[in-house]
T-cell receptor, first 107, second 113 residues
Framework: GQNIDQPTEMTATEGAIVQINCTYQTSGFNGLFWYQQHAGEAPTFLSY????GLEEKGRFSSFLSRSKGYSYLLLKELQMKDSASYLC????????FGTGTKLQVIP | DAGITQSPRYKITETGRQVTLMCHQTWSHSYMFWYRQDLGHGLRLIYYSAAADITDKGEVPDGYVVYRSKTENVPLSLESATRSQTSVYFC????????????FGPGTRLTVL
């Protein structure tokens, strides 16, 4: 089975850097995935990690440590539009999602 | 327009009624998924399909039926709706196995009275 935990809420300042953590306990793990979801909208795929290390994609980076069951999403140069929920998920086909971290970016 | 669409976007029904939610994608992606999203639970997988005529249960399949006869369509049926099935339903698709749900549809908000 899989269990994914992430903080419920976070607040950060515009222009700053924020790190959203995700821990997981899983069997049949194939990858760790991050999504962004604005209120009232569908999730949007951001990134995935299969191997340990950091994957960078513009202002967003994602890190994975399989031995520690740990991942984080790093958002740089925060913008107001980054206010959203960030969903961590893992598994293979039968993926499990965390409940999401609601990020509020303040001026 | 190309992409993944869901219909209807909003549906109100009564307990015991049969309901079908539709999902259509124009990319010919092999993998398609149905999720429900509820406060406090996040996204939960109902069913997924690796190809036409191939489906498998997810985390919360009870009360739902999925039969995918064509690559581009995957209907989700509620045989006899219950109030606990009030939720937002998302369909998703992906090209391959690497990313299980790469593209999401806009969602259907279902209310069961």
């Amino acid at each position: 089975g899989q269990n994914i935990d992430q903080p419920t809420e976070m607040t950060a300042t515009e222009g700053a850097i924020v790190q959203i953590n995700c821990t997981y306990q899983t069997s049949g793990f194939n990858g760790l995935f991050w999504y962004q979801q604005h209120a009232g909208e569908a999730p949007t795929f951001l990134s995935y990690n299969v191997l340990d290390g950091l994957e960078e994609k513009g202002r967003f980076s994602s890190f994975l440590s399989r031995s520690k069951g740990y991942s984080y999403l790093l958002l740089k140069e925060l913008q107001m539009k980054d206010s959203a929920s960030y969903l961590c998920s893992g598994g293979y086909q039968k993926v499990t999602f965390g409940t999401g971290t609601k990020l509020q970016v303040i001026p | 327009d190309a992409g993944i669409t869901q219909s209807p976007r909003y549906k109100i029904t009564e307990t015991g009624r049969q309901v079908t939610l539709m999902c259509h994608q124009t990319w010919s992606h092999s993998y398609m998924f149905w999720y429900r999203q509820d406060l406090g639970h996040g996204l939960r997988l109902i069913y997924y399909s690796a190809a036409a005529d191939i489906t498998d249960k997810g985390e919360v399949p009870d009360g739902y039926v999925v039969y995918r006869s064509k690559t581009e369509n995957v209907p989700l049926s509620l045989e006899s709706a219950t109030r606990s099935q009030t939720s937002v339903y998302f369909c998703a698709s992906s090209v391959g196995e690497e990313v299980p749900s790469e593209f999401f549809g806009p969602g259907t908000r279902l209310t069961v009275l």
